[in-house]
């Protein structure tokens, strides 16, 4: 657990510390609904795996050693860019999808408005030949 | 053949009654929908008060997806062709006619009215004409469409382009990547001359700044065509 030798307890704790806040606010958003579980898991699944590297240094090190990088705190770098980007690319996904829904729901309310109007003014659903008020 | 006018329209409301007079000197008699892509002046009442069916999309959505809602109700209205006309005066309603007769000969899917077949009218600057050239080439390169002016939004659609703009249109500069679109389902492409004028009001929404951005974003979506048979439901869309 403690490997002063790879990660300084004064490092260690802190950082523990603010990752389990992290892991218990998201935690906290999920039960009070604020937050779908479906778009937390991957904060969640990210969190844990940064929890367990940061209390276990050893697995920092051993994974740096397999992937050949020869000094473990830029593991640490890595892994925590590649943490952000995957979740700002899962965040990015869910606006985009969400930008296309709001896109066909626009059209759909736009179509809805103008057969209302037209049932309204009493004649057949479709726009009137030019010029013919 | 029944004919459905789309006048995509962002605060167009002191040009509109320019293109509705433009539509009835050309003795049209397609029926015309305007659709007030979330406007702030009063593009959908003087709209109404000309006599077109309006569209009004609760929020601007872009050129992309304003066509494409005249596009859906062209679909399920079942009209036999639906041309796209900028409410901003460009577009010479005079063309109409022949915009829709390749669609009429069961010719073409997709007709595309272009300022570079015949002579005359407004061309655009040198440096966008060469831009055009550019996405011609690259069209043709990409889906085999010949087509010298890809980025002209005067274009008329047939029932299968139709159903499938209805379903997935681009968004954000649309125009080249409709046609690659529609290629690369089998649609077939046919150009034919028109002449365009300056817009009368108001500038075009192309500014030089937004020019890189228009060839990046094109030239992009060009490159990662969705292949045939894997495209979902609606593109990004």
């Not at chain 2, 409301?13 to 015309?32: C, I, K, M, Q, W």
Request: charged share 20%; hydrophobic share 50%; proline share 5%.
């Amino acid at each position: 657990m403690f490997h002063p030798e790879i990660l300084p307890i004064e490092v260690q704790l802190p950082s523990l510390a603010i990752q389990l806040l992290f892991l218990g606010w998201v935690l906290r958003l999920v039960r009070r609904q604020s937050l779908p579980l479906r778009d937390s898991l991957l904060w969640i699944a990210s969190t844990v795996g940064a929890l367990l590297v940061t209390a276990f240094p050893r697995l920092l090190v051993a994974g740096a050693n397999l992937v050949g990088v020869r000094v473990p705190s830029n593991a640490v770098f890595g892994l925590g860019l590649l943490y952000v980007a995957l979740n700002v690319l899962s965040v990015t996904i869910a606006a985009s999808s969400n930008a296309a829904r709001v896109r066909r729901l626009s059209q759909e309310c736009a179509l809805l408005r103008a057969e209302i109007e037209a049932l309204r003014a009493g004649r057949q659903g479709g726009p009137t030949a030019a010029g013919q008020p | 053949v029944r004919v459905l006018v789309v006048v995509p329209a962002f605060n167009e409301a002191r040009n509109l009654p320019g293109v509705a007079e433009d539509l009835r000197a050309s003795g049209t008699a397609a029926d015309v929908c305007v659709v007030d892509d979330g406007s702030t002046d009063a593009t959908a009442q003087v709209a109404a008060s000309l006599g077109f069916g309006v569209l009004r999309l609760p929020v601007n959505l872009g050129i992309g997806g304003a066509v494409q809602a005249g596009y859906l109700w062209a679909e399920r209205h079942g009209y036999d062709a639906a041309v796209q006309f900028d409410g901003d005066g460009q577009h010479d309603a005079s063309y109409l006619g022949a915009l829709v007769e390749p669609l009429r000969r069961g010719e073409a899917d997709v007709v595309i009215g272009s300022r570079f077949l015949g002579d005359g009218g407004f061309r655009s600057t040198a440096l966008r004409r060469a831009g055009i050239r550019y996405l011609s080439w690259f069209l043709r390169l990409r889906c085999g469409a010949r087509v010298t002016d890809p980025t002209s939004g005067f274009r008329a659609a047939g029932r299968r382009a139709i159903a499938l703009f209805a379903r997935a249109y681009p968004s954000d500069y649309p125009e080249p990547e409709a046609i690659a679109v529609g290629a690369r389902v089998g649609l077939r492409v046919a150009e034919v001359p028109v002449q365009m004028r300056e817009r009368t009001h108001g500038a075009s929404s192309i500014t030089a700044l937004r020019m890189l951005y228009y060839f990046l974003k094109v030239s992009t979506a060009l490159l990662l065509l969705p292949l045939p048979g894997q495209r979902r439901g609606s593109m990004r869309a």
